[in-house]
């Protein structure tokens, strides 16, 4: 008989603290899915442990192929969650295209996507580079206040809104050049006044009574 595989859990970006609500959804997540295969959840991933046998992976994120073959993820069988060939594909980036034909995108840029979901979003740009970025903050300012949103922030978060070309360049300038060639930033117009509906997971936790 095979040995259980053990459930772990998988951050992918560790410079990035997790948000408390995420860290404990994705442990029930985790541990719910090592009663149901009949194994245990030995926490988050640790390199450094020789494990008895490859663990069933449960990412905070999408995976790049490049990192999924390095954590010797194969199939669909080893891990609750999905591969992408860049990380941009798993982000926002995605739902805009780009200023310009010609403009800066990385590999695997397809301009396919955006036309297809433009009815659904807000007007705006992905940009990859700093003077893209800028040159669709001037294409929208005409509509009032711009959004910029990186596509590695969550959650919220690494969002700014501007009212002019140097607040954005001082946003823009903040950001790792290399990083924003990898993962881009969303420039969109701003809403001022807007209802937002979050969607989450929602963890019950049952307390029995002694001897139950």
């Known amino acids: 008989m095979p040995t259980p595989r053990p459930v772990?859990?998988?951050?992918?970006?560790?410079?990035?603290?997790?948000?408390g609500h995420d860290v404990v959804g994705r442990r029930a997540v985790a541990e719910r899915l090592?009663?149901?295969l009949g194994?245990?959840?030995?926490?988050?991933?640790?390199?450094?442990?020789?494990?008895?046998?490859?663990?069933?992976?449960?990412?905070?994120?999408a995976l790049e192929h490049a990192r999924a073959h390095r954590l010797g993820i194969a199939?669909?069988?080893?891990?609750?969650?999905?591969?992408v060939p860049q990380a941009f594909v798993a982000?926002?980036?995605?739902?805009?295209?780009?200023?310009?034909?010609?403009a800066a995108a990385p590999e695997g840029w397809s301009p396919e996507m955006a036309p297809r979901v433009e009815g659904a979003v807000l007007r705006g740009y992905t940009a990859f580079s700093r003077d893209d970025a800028l040159e669709?903050?001037?294409?929208?300012?005409?509509?009032?206040?711009?959004?910029?949103?990186?596509c590695d922030g969550?959650?919220?978060?690494?969002?700014?809104?501007?009212?002019?070309?140097?607040?954005?360049?001082?946003?823009?300038?903040?950001?790792?050049?290399?990083v924003l060639a990898a993962t881009g930033i969303v420039v969109e117009e701003n809403?001022?006044?807007?209802?937002t509906f979050s969607v989450g997971l929602q963890v019950q936790l049952r307390t029995s009574p002694k001897g139950e």
């Open 8 to 19: 772990v859990t998988y951050q992918t970006n560790r410079s990035r603290a997790p948000a």
């Open 34 to 36: 090592a009663a149901t």
């Open 39 to 61: 194994t245990s959840y030995r926490g988050d991933y640790d390199g450094r442990e020789a494990y008895d046998a490859p663990p069933y992976f449960v990412p905070d994120d």
């Open 75 to 83: 199939t669909s069988d080893d891990l609750f969650g999905g591969v």
């Open 91 to 102: 982000s926002k980036a995605i739902t805009h295209g780009l200023v310009r034909p010609d």
């Open 136 to 150: 669709a903050v001037r294409e929208l300012l005409d509509r009032g206040g711009v959004r910029l949103k990186r």
């Open 154 to 178: 969550i959650g919220g978060g690494g969002q700014d809104v501007v009212h002019d070309h140097d607040a954005a360049a001082r946003v823009l300038d903040a950001i790792d050049p290399a």
């Open 191 to 195: 809403l001022a006044r807007v209802t």
